[in-house]
Nanobody, 114 residues
Framework: QVQLVESGGGLVQPGGSLRLSCAAS????????MGWYRQGPGKQRELVAA???????NYADSVKGRFTIARDNAKNTVYLQMNSLKPEDTAGYYC????????WGQGTQVTVSS
């Protein structure tokens, strides 16, 4: 059974940090492009960051310099390190895997508030 399971969300103050993890199972993780998307209240889901099978990354302009995506193929896991968090980063964060199929995790909530 193919599965993506996110963890690491929570409540953090502005300026704080969180690290999200997405553990994959039932798939050949290393060949997938992995990404993190987010969807805030009343907003469309948007790409936050992505990393290809050979490690190339791209980021939304709004998170460049603050967020870092990384993958560990030995652990079948993709990470999103989020620093200098802002209230506008508040959203549900979803893990995505793409290689012929498009796979989604169930999401994890990130709330940035004082």
């Amino acid at each position: 059974q193919v599965q993506l399971v996110e963890s690491g969300g929570g409540l953090v103050q502005p300026g704080g940090s969180l690290r999200l993890s997405c553990a994959a199972s039932g798939m050949t993780f290393s060949i997938y492009t992995m990404g993190w998307y987010r969807q805030g209240p009343g907003k469309q889901r948007e790409l936050v960051a992505a990393i290809t099978s050979d490690g190339k990354t791209n980021y939304a302009d709004s998170v460049k310099g603050r967020f870092t995506i990384a993958r560990d193929n030995a652990k079948n896991t993709v990470y999103l390190q989020m620093n200098s968090l802002k209230p506008e980063d508040t959203a549900g964060y979803y893990c995505n895997g793409r290689f012929r199929l498009c796979l989604w995790g169930q999401g994890t909530q990130v709330t940035v508030s004082s």
